[in-house]
């Protein structure tokens, strides 16, 4: 009997439990529909980052504010170029619209904002534009010393709130795991009204070069050992979070890799780094990977599988916590 590998994730059903998340791939009609005939159940579309628009908007406004010194040109046509100029939001509301008319599985929009306004204004937009859910990207650094941990955190919740009051589409909080208590956190976010959790966000550290001594970009692509981050807290959080829907994302490039974000408790497991090492196939490997070891342990389907090894499901749960730790050290030590 072959393994039925449907699962379900902020409401919707999914053939597969492999989600492509946000990357170049997903950009783009040709990226997204090389993803959907690989096997991915669904795609989350590239952030849309209000700082983009803001510098997109000053920039058209300096194009409309060519020849302003002169009186004569005071009531002419936009220029060429300002006429062509497609902004940040636009954008992002036509990639939505062309791969809800050539995809048939759902598409995810993704926003990351600075504040109240923008999250919940470009939500809405991607949601008129067709997407079947959000993922609110929640990726910012606390560097601001006279900023209480507290206040981040309230402001980060309100922004959540606003989005729930602003769209009817389920949607997904993105989270870092650098919260005093993340557990704590987690639960607030889905109590002011987010449906799913998304574990979690990468931080792109910067590096420094040392020729021309300046902060360089770097992008380091995930490896499957990132997963073991994601794994401690989803099952911590299922067993709290019982009627949640969780994603796994960082370090998932194989089949083992989804069957065990699965087996703590994940609904679905999102993949990057994977595609762009080894190209969407890899999505249809990671599935065939998944369907060969279901069956050969005798799982039915996906479904049998997920949360059987949850913080709740286990003889010991200390094993998501500190004892996982404390094992660890003690060997290192022999």
Same mark, same amino acid.
């Given at each position: 009997?072959? %393994?039925?590998?449907?699962?379900?994730?902020?409401?919707?059903?999914? %053939?597969g439990?492999?989600?492509?998340?946000?990357?170049?791939?997903?950009?783009?009609?040709?990226?997204?529909?090389?993803?959907?005939?690989?096997?991915?159940?669904?795609?989350?579309?590239?952030?849309?980052?209000?700082?983009?628009v803001?510098?997109?908007?000053?920039r058209?406004?300096?194009?409309?504010?060519?020849?302003?010194?002169?009186?004569?040109?005071?009531?002419?046509?936009?220029?060429?170029? %300002?006429?062509?100029?497609?902004?940040?939001?636009?954008?992002?509301?036509?990639?939505?619209?062309?791969?809800?008319?050539?995809?048939?599985?759902?598409?995810i929009?993704?926003?990351?904002?600075?504040?109240?306004g923008? =999250?919940?204004?470009?939500?809405?937009?991607?949601?008129?534009?067709?997407?079947?859910?959000?993922?609110?990207?929640?990726?910012?650094?606390?560097?601001?010393?006279?900023?209480?941990?507290?206040?981040?955190?309230?402001?980060?919740?309100?922004?959540?709130?606003?989005?729930?009051?602003?769209?009817?589409?389920?949607f997904?909080v993105?989270?870092?795991?650098?919260?005093?208590?993340?557990a704590?956190?987690?639960?607030a976010?889905?109590?002011?009204?987010?449906?799913?959790?998304?574990?979690?966000n990468?931080?792109?550290?910067p590096?420094?070069?040392?020729?021309s001594?300046?902060?360089?970009?770097?992008?380091?692509?995930?490896?499957?050992d990132d997963l073991?981050?994601?794994?401690? =807290?989803?099952?911590?959080?299922?067993?709290?979070?019982?009627?949640?829907?969780?994603?796994?994302?960082?370090?998932?490039?194989?089949?083992?890799?989804?069957?065990?974000?699965?087996?703590?408790?994940?609904?679905?497991?999102?993949?990057?780094?994977?595609?762009?090492?080894?190209?969407?196939?890899?999505?249809?490997?990671?599935?065939?990977?998944?369907?060969? =070891?279901?069956?050969?342990?005798?799982?039915?389907?996906v479904?049998?599988?997920q949360?059987?090894?949850?913080?709740?499901?286990?003889?010991?749960? %200390?094993?998501?916590?500190?004892?996982?730790?404390?094992?660890?050290?003690?060997?290192?030590?022999?």
């Amino acid at each position: 009997m072959t %393994a039925d590998l449907t699962t379900r994730y902020l409401g919707l059903e999914l %053939a597969g439990p492999v989600v492509a998340s946000a990357g170049p791939l997903t950009g783009t009609l040709d990226g997204l529909r090389a993803l959907e005939d690989a096997g991915a159940a669904a795609v989350v579309l590239p952030s849309l980052f209000e700082e983009d628009v803001i510098e997109e908007e000053l920039r058209l406004a300096d194009l409309l504010d060519d020849g302003e010194g002169f009186a004569e040109f005071a009531s002419a046509p936009l220029s060429e170029a %300002a006429e062509g100029y497609v902004m940040g939001p636009e954008r992002h509301v036509r990639l939505v619209k062309r791969a809800k008319e050539a995809l048939g599985i759902p598409v995810i929009a993704s926003v990351n904002a600075t504040g109240t306004g923008g =999250w919940e204004r470009y939500a809405a937009l991607l949601v008129e534009a067709g997407a079947d859910a959000i993922e609110l990207n929640m990726y910012a650094v606390a560097a601001d010393a006279q900023v209480p941990a507290a206040e981040v955190e309230a402001q980060k919740l309100d922004v959540v709130s606003a989005v729930r009051a602003a769209v009817g589409v389920p949607f997904a909080v993105k989270l870092s795991p650098f919260y005093t208590s993340v557990a704590h956190f987690a639960a607030a976010v889905v109590s002011r009204g987010a449906d799913g959790l998304v574990l979690f966000n990468r931080f792109y550290a910067p590096d420094i070069d040392l020729g021309s001594l300046t902060v360089q970009p770097a992008l380091t692509l995930s490896e499957s050992d990132d997963l073991r981050l994601p794994l401690r =807290w989803l099952g911590i959080l299922r067993s709290q979070l019982p009627g949640t829907s969780l994603a796994a994302t960082s370090g998932v490039h194989t089949g083992a890799d989804v069957l065990k974000a699965l087996l703590v408790g994940a609904d679905v497991a999102c993949t990057t780094s994977s595609v762009l090492r080894r190209g969407p196939g890899n999505v249809t490997r990671m599935l065939a990977e998944v369907r060969e =070891w279901l069956e050969a342990n005798e799982y039915d389907s996906v479904r049998q599988l997920q949360g059987s090894m949850s913080a709740a499901s286990v003889p010991d749960p %200390a094993g998501f916590e500190r004892a996982q730790y404390r094992a660890i050290v003690t060997t290192l030590g022999r």
